[in-house]
């Protein structure tokens, strides 16, 4: 009987970090060897169960994610670029799994978690559930079968007031796979902004709408636009714990995984039609 997976979980206090502790602690498959929150933080001296609404666990939520690391089979992270990228370094050290679904990041971290991935078992999506993943495979051949001459691409996303990148980590995946089915380049067709005498649309870009309110989690709609006719491929994200199911399947299948960088496309059978 393969042993249970031994995962720290950063960003402990959060309501990702949260939702993570309370699934670990109910899998079969994996343990919460530690719980690391940011120096000065509220909750560093707690214990992880209290914060996550389980009661004592026996965790207690620290600062020191290196001798966390050196002893865990695996890190799970959803906090900020400039902490994942260090968390990077230190599971490249340890040569253990760090799944990333930290938003926001750069094209320089993720050059840093390529170079931490020689070492380390990487998974870093803008999206950890099956069904986002689904659906970048389906925007990409929408977009690849309705040609850029004839239909315009818009991506339209919805999240809780809190959120602080924009466009969302979702979105710019969804981008990305709509540039891949056009094989274009995303940063050279997309559209953020739009305000005053815009001008009419240029052709072939790819344009994005970014809504900020309430407690939504997180609702994307991909809009293929043509004549007469619109084709809308969208996602309703109703309750967080489907992007943390998709993490820890994701450090799971990773375990066993030669060091690299992966994504869930990866984790889900889904890259080859990708």
Known sequence: MTQAMKLVVVGAGGRMGQTLIRLIHASPDTELHAAIERPGSVHIGRDAGEIAGLGPIGVVITDDPLSAFVAADGV?????????????????????????????????????????ARHARIVKSGNMSLGVNLL??????????????????????????HKVDAPSGTALL??????KGRDIDLTDHSVRVRDGHTGPREAG????????????????????????????????????????????KAALWARDRKPGFYSMLDVLGLSSSH
């Open 76 to 116: 799970v992270d959803f906090t900020s670029p400039a902490a994942s990228v260090e968390f990077s370094v230190l599971a490249a050290q340890a040569r253990i799994v760090h799944v990333i679904g930290t938003t926001g990041c750069s094209s320089d971290d993720d050059a840093r978690f390529a170079a931490a």
């Open 174 to 179: 969804l981008g990305e796979a709509a540039a």
């Open 136 to 161: 970048s495979v389906l925007v990409q051949q929408a977009a690849t079968a309705l040609d850029a001459a004839g239909w315009d691409i818009e991506i339209l996303e919805m999240h809780h007031k």
């Open 205 to 248: 870009s790819i344009g994005f709408a970014t809504l900020r309110g309430g407690s939504v989690i997180g609702d994307h709609s991909v809009i293929i636009a043509g004549e007469g006719e619109t084709v809308t491929l969208s996602h309703n994200a109703g309750d967080r714990t489907i992007f943390a199911r998709g993490a820890l």
